[in-house]
């Protein structure tokens, strides 16, 4: 499952957390007021925003791991500041409670927050980050396709089962949920609690469109459409 406009809405909080990380570390944030972040890993966001400035890939490479533990930092002092909002989407709370319960299903993270900041975020919006066991993050690489293989991997790892094709089902709000789960033959919905319309994402074809993961038993009825619940890995 993706985070942000999936799980919950931040209130801009991501996009100061990272401002402060890239001043702190890289000594400029320019740039970043107009970016989107929807869909792409912090790591890109990083390289694309230093890169335009003229900064080598060898040398943002370098100061990573600092920019990762920044961005922990500022995104823990920020949410414990109360100036933003950090909110469930509707339904998303009870729905990874359910999905929590279910025998067989091991409930991931593709998200293009780094592994330092999702359960962050999470936390903040009331979601227990344990009950997401396993995950793939944007600290891991600049391409969000390389997300999946990793969170199944991790997932066969951490259950012993083997999960392949439409037995992992990719939750997300943008056009790059949608490619990064079709990439590995995963089936896709796509939700428009982020800042995508369906005229937007339809194109991309994804397996099914929802307005948000509001009705519990509706969303669970559409993760184990076709697959048997004992295989299914909603990631
Ligand atoms: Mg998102």
């Known amino acids: 499952m993706d985070i942000d406009g999936t799980l919950l809405r931040a209130g801009g909080i991501g996009r100061a957390s990272v401002r402060l990380a890239l001043e702190e570390v890289y000594g400029s944030s320019a740039g970043i007021d107009d970016y989107r972040f929807g869909g792409r890993t912090d790591r890109a966001t990083v390289h ?3 890169g335009v400035q003229g900064w080598a890939s060898e040398a943002i490479e370098e100061r990573f791991e600092d ?6 930092h500022h995104l823990t002092q920020l949410i414990a500041s109360g100036a933003f909002e950090i909110i469930a989407c509707p339904g998303t709370l009870p ?3 359910a999905l929590h319960g279910v025998e067989g299903v091991v409930l991931g993270l593709v998200t293009g927050n780094t592994a ?3 359960p962050l975020k999470l936390a903040a919006a009331g979601f227990d980050p344990l009950h997401f066991p396993i995950g793939a993050f944007g600290d891991e690489s600049q391409e969000r396709n390389d997300l999946p293989p990793l969170a199944v991997a991790r997932a066969e790892q951490l259950s012993g089962a083997r999960f392949h094709g439409s037995q ?3 939750i997300g709000d943008t056009p790059d949920d949608i490619r990064c789960g079709r990439h590995i033959g995963a089936r896709t919905i796509s939700v428009l609690t982020g800042w995508y319309s369906a005229e937007q994402l339809n194109p991309h074809q994804p397996d099914l469109v929802l307005d948000d993961l509001q009705d519990t038993n509706a969303v669970l009825q559409a993760i184990f459409a076709t697959d048997n619940a004992q295989e299914k890995r909603p990631s």
């Open 95 to 97: 729905l990874i409670d």
């Open 48 to 50: 694309r925003l230093l």
């Open 67 to 72: 920019f990762h533990a920044a961005l922990a």
């Open 116 to 118: 330092g900041s999702a």
């Open 168 to 170: 992992v089902v990719v």
